[in-house]
């Protein structure tokens, strides 16, 4: 185990029940994103969409 490593996964909805919420949901995954920049140590972030079917946008593990 890695001392100061954060390992932070993003799953987030877009299926229709989410819709008119998608800019509530961008700017809290925005601001999450720039408060992990401040936080010391180091994050490892992925990101994974899904409604349906599940997509993989980033995967920094």
């Known amino acids: 185990m890695r001392k100061n ?5 993003f799953i987030l909805d ?3 029940s989410m819709s008119g919420l998608e800019r ?4 809290g995954f ?3 994103i720039e408060q992990q920049k ?3 140590g180091e994050a490892l972030i992925s ?4 409604d349906n079917v599940s997509e993989v946008l980033h ?3």
């Open 47 to 50: 990101t994974v969409l899904f």
């Open 14 to 16: 877009r299926s229709g």
């Open 59 to 61: 995967c920094l593990c």
């Open 30 to 32: 925005n601001s999450m």
């Open 5 to 9: 490593l954060t390992e932070i996964v």
């Open 38 to 40: 401040k936080a010391e």
């Open 24 to 27: 509530d949901t961008i700017g």
